[in-house]
T-cell receptor, first 113, second 114 residues
Framework: GDSVTQMEGPVTLSEEAFLTINCTYT??????LFWYVQYPGEGLQLLLK?????DKGSNKGFEATYRKETTSFHLEKGSVQVSDSAVYFC????????????FGAGTRLFVKA | GAGVSQSPSNKVTEKGKDVELRCDPISGHTALYWYRQSLGQGLEFLIYFQGNSAPDKSGLPSDRFSAERTGGSVSTLTIQRTQQEDSAVYLCASSLRRENTEAFFGQGTRLTVV
């Protein structure tokens, strides 16, 4: 079945460092891809999404590009802030059949001042 | 409703008791998911509903866990004979059954088994 694999955390960075959180997926069809974020004490919320190959999703300085050839959707940010400390979840949504959403296990990011 | 609503927000129960957790999805969302998140951990998939049926219940950790959904809307997750390892935040999410759609999460129910 479809699945999502993301890098294990925690990831610890200093403020203004470059961030990459890797995410790869397996899917039989052509899914939509998402990154969700969970800030401390808050619920999960959508960060960005991409719906087809080569699309780039972006929000709050974060970017991720839908790479069909490498089945990847890596999350990047050029300069992280302490306020970016959170847990980040990669997910795919099937665009056929049950349209089910599948989540990765999550990656915790700590940003130090 | 405006968002996914879960109740109660917090539940403390004694070991061995049964608990029921409720999820009220966004109106019109046919897909509904239950996840579990233990302290400092990621999301553990429990069960997925499409309408009132559950095509994927592979994540339920034991036969003490069950869930139902009625009227294509409200869902109840029941844990029988609770154990301390059941302590976690139980999250519900819902989405439309169509392409390119995101899932919307509730705030969760924090279950503590003492």
């Amino acid at each position: 079945g479809d699945s999502v694999t993301q890098m294990e955390g925690p990831v610890t960075l200093s403020e203004e460092a470059f961030l990459t959180i890797n995410c790869t997926y397996t899917a039989t069809g052509y899914p939509s891809l998402f990154w969700y974020v969970q800030y401390p004490g808050e619920g999960l919320q959508l960060l960005l999404k991409a719906t087809k190959a080569d699309d780039k999703g972006s929000n709050k300085g974060f970017e991720a590009t839908y790479r069909k050839e490498t089945t990847s959707f890596h999350l990047e940010k050029g300069s992280v802030q302490v306020s970016d400390s959170a847990v980040y979840f990669c997910a795919l949504s099937e665009n056929t059949g049950g349209f089910k959403t599948i989540f990765g296990a999550g990656t915790r990011l700590f940003v130090k001042a | 409703g405006a968002g996914v609503s879960q109740s109660p927000s917090n539940k403390v129960t004694e070991k061995g008791k049964d608990v029921e957790l409720r999820c009220d999805p966004i109106s019109g969302h046919t897909a509904l998911y239950w996840y579990r998140q233990s302290l400092g951990q990621g999301l553990e998939f429990l069960i997925y509903f499409q309408g009132n049926s559950a095509p994927d219940k592979s994540g339920l950790p034991s036969d003490r866990f069950s869930a139902e959904r009625t009227g294509g809307s409200v869902s109840t997750l029941t844990i029988q004979r609770t154990q301390q390892e059941d302590s976690a935040v139980y999250l519900c999410a819902s989405s439309l059954r169509r392409e390119n759609t995101e899932a919307f999460f509730g705030q969760g129910t924090r279950l503590t088994v003492v």
